[in-house]
């Protein structure tokens, strides 16, 4: 059921219901929110018209797009290795700040003493390790405890918000700021040695998109190409199989959760070192849940991950001018991705029983090659 | 509150007494999810159905709402919980989708959807102050000293709430409604050749667990702190999730977890008075604030010996014939 469309070289009907079903689930989606936003008294047409334009109306609302799909693009991907392996990890959200802090942390204190390169290297690492780190307390409270993890990787989302706070205002909090006495929560400035490349300034857009790009397909490999793959789908699809078969169940939920945390953490190294360059309050708020959207609208697939990130980040970016221009709060966005994540599991059964009828119908068909004619036809004809 | 006119006895009172007003949220949200997840339906959308019943209770009664009775706010977040509830239900139990994943969506949409309501609304800035729930002195009872003051000088939601525990146990386990959702949420097979209606039990709990829900967010908004801010329940509705975890699916232990959560969510209260006595140097809110987290963390590890109580049917969705 959860078999991806890109697992196999051929592409059949039933893949492209597959690709359908979640478009189907936006379109549903938006017409909800266009009822609600006519409630509220405003034009849908105006205000989605506005997100359009906002998400692709010239070069720069494109790459502000690309800019928004980058982080969205790793935690989805990250997302992608939990639920497979069978663990739903909601605390992106966290990883994704430890990752952020744990990089911004590291690159303030090696600073220039490092070349370029390898200081960009080695804080990206670093960023991965910190939301491997968090992802890794989940996942072990779950293997060794079976501690239903949606509800510690949420608390962790809570803990992780609340250490930011308290770093950012803190002992990581900017010398400038109690120089000057405004006291404002957020760290210093990284070195430009850790920044990411611009690919077109004055724009933001920076080289993490190819590091999303590459990272989905690393995972892809990974997951469907190597043996440690294997065993975390196995796990996913039927721990009691697994086990069967002599896969050490624990072991790979715990692995699939630190690599789903660190790939969070990367995508918050990404943004601290490609955007923001500083640590800040409300850094990345949302982007943890809005990732986890991207993976199921993406079925769970690194590769389809990717469209699915730009669409999202599309939609984030849209949603920001339609605030300024007809005046529709951007916490529309949050409801179109509550609503998409209800109607994308919700056709779950839809597609199971599609596919059930078409399977029985074969099996209940036999098996004619075209050209051929069955005996049936031949009496006919004659 | 913590005025230096105030002795260390009427403080203490004054804690205990917040003790209970902290817990009514939780208690409602949880004492929800034990019906619903006694019936075999994990409902993780608790949170935003929460926020959902907080916006709208406040809404109806705030003046610059619709100025309404505190009851006829608490009305409207039943009917809001309810239909939530209503939602989640055909989601999870006919659209048999995977519950976890669709809690978020309800989270997600609840989170948004109150956020949006409150920025158009109500611009930005709601209050309920002096026209929500408030304190309701219960006859003679509340004259008794310390414990008058603690127990019976208390809001009214807070006296539901706690009524509610003993009504669920009831519930539960000495009428044939409380029959059928066990039986559902421990062997829905059976109970199917049995007669019972499994997809009618679950709908039946569901939209128990949105209207109080819906509850614990109107009790949040215009009983314990009468204002509205964007995610103002701060994961309470997860945490109310845990505590049916913690209380063994049992009302009489939830409410004992969610005295304890009560006691955690306002250690900023309790490290003050401390602080009186021991006149140290402060701890950083935010690490009191990190306080419930942790402790639900540590609460689920602990639970875990409790799982042979879990509800074998937990998540699973009802199929005839399948098993």
Avoid at chain 1, 36 to 53: F, I, Q, V
Avoid at chain 1, 324 to 339: D, H, I
Avoid at chain 2, 11 to 27: G, R, S, V
Avoid at chain 2, 42 to 53: C, F, I, S, T
Wanted: with cysteine.
């Amino acid at each position: 059921m959860r078999k991806s469309p890109f697992a196999n070289a051929r592409f059949s009907t039933a893949d492209l219901f597959v690709i359908l079903v979640p478009l189907a689930a936006v379109l549903l989606a938006l017409a909800v929110g266009a009822v609600m936003l006519l409630a509220l008294g405003t034009d849908p047409l105006e205000a989605y018209g506005s997100m359009l334009e906002g998400a692709f109306g010239s070069d720069a609302a494109i790459f502000r797009s690309l800019t928004r799909a980058t982080p969205l693009l790793l935690v989805a991907i990250g997302i992608c290795i939990a639920f497979r392996g069978g663990v739903i990890n909601i605390g992106a959200e966290g990883q994704l700040f430890v990752g952020a802090v744990s990089a911004t942390a590291f690159s303030l204190w090696a600073g220039e003493s490092l070349p370029g390169p390898l200081l960009i290297l080695l804080t990206l690492v670093v960023g991965f390790i910190g939301g491997a780190v968090w992802g890794a307390v989940p996942g072990i409270l779950k293997a060794r405890f079976d501690v239903n993890e949606i509800l510690t990787t949420v608390m962790m989302n809570q803990i992780a918000t609340q250490l930011l706070f308290y770093l950012l205002s803190g002992p990581m909090i900017d010398p400038e700021q109690i120089r000057q006495g405004t006291r404002i929560p957020q760290s210093a400035q990284l070195p430009d040695a850790s920044w990411l490349p611009r690919l077109a300034p004055p724009s933001q857009l920076h080289a993490g998109l190819f590091i999303g790009i590459a990272a989905a397909i690393v995972v892809f490999v990974l997951l469907w190409r190597t043996t440690l793959g294997y065993r975390i789908r196995a796990v996913g699809l039927s721990r009691d199989a697994a086990r069967y078969a002599g896969i050490s169940v624990a072991r790979y939920l715990t692995v699939a959760m630190v690599l789903s945390g660190g790939l969070a953490g990367l995508a918050g190294s990404v943004e601290v070192t490609g955007v923001t360059h500083r640590m800040v309050e409300g850094f990345a708020v949302g982007y943890g849940f809005s990732g986890i959207v991207v993976a199921l609208f993406g079925r769970l697939h690194p590769i389809g991950a990717i469209p699915s990130a730009f669409f999202f980040g599309a939609m984030l970016v849209g949603a920001e001018r339609m605030q300024r221009t007809v005046q529709v709060p951007s916490a529309t966005v949050t409801v179109l991705q509550g609503l998409i994540v209800i109607f994308v599991v919700s056709s779950e059964l839809l597609v199971r029983r599609w596919m059930a009828r078409r399977q029985a119908r074969a099996a209940a068909a036999p098996a004619v090659l075209p050209g051929v004619p069955t005996p049936a036809s031949q009496e006919v004809r004659a | 509150m913590t005025g230096s006119n105030m002795t260390l006895d009427q403080i203490l009172i004054e804690a205990f007494a917040l003790m209970f007003l902290y817990a009514t949220p939780f208690l409602f949200a949880a004492l929800g999810e034990v019906f619903v997840q006694r019936s075999g339906v994990l409902n993780l959308g608790v949170e935003g159905m929460m926020l959902m019943g907080a916006f709208s209770a406040i809404y109806t009664v705030s003046e610059k709402g619709l100025g309404q009775e505190p009851l006829v706010g608490l009305l409207v977040a039943i009917i809001t919980g309810g239909l939530l509830g209503l939602a989640m239900a055909v989601v999870s139990v006919t659209f048999k989708a995977e519950q976890g994943i669709s809690g978020i969506g309800f989270t997600l949409f609840g989170l948004g959807l109150s956020s949006l309501l409150f920025k158009t609304l109500a611009g930005g800035v709601m209050t309920a102050q002096g026209r929500g729930f408030g304190a309701l002195s219960i006859p003679v009872l509340s004259d008794i000293p310390i414990i008058g003051d603690i127990f019976f000088n208390q809001n009214v939601l807070v006296y539901v709430a706690f009524a509610l525990v003993p009504i669920s146990v009831w519930l539960l386990n000495k009428t044939s409604w409380g029959l059928k959702i066990r039986a559902v949420g421990q062997n829905p097979a059976a109970a199917d050749a049995m007669g019972v209606n499994v997809n009618r039990v679950r709908y039946s709990t569901v939209i128990l667990g949105g209207i109080l829900a819906g509850v614990a967010g109107a009790s949040l908004s215009i009983a314990v702190t009468p204002i509205f801010q964007e995610n103002m329940t701060a994961g309470r509705g997860f945490i109310a999730v845990a505590l049916v975890y913690f209380g063994g699916w049992s009302p009489w232990r939830v409410m004992a977890g969610a005295l304890l959560f009560s006691i955690a969510n306002n250690l900023q209260i309790w490290a003050q008075i401390l602080n009186l006595r021991i006149g140290g140097t402060a701890i950083p809110p935010n690490l009191l604030i990190m306080a419930p987290y942790i402790l639900t963390i540590a609460v689920l590890v602990f639970a875990r010996q409790r799982k042979r109580l879990e509800p074998a049917a937990l998540t699973k969705p009802f199929e005839r014939g399948e098993n």
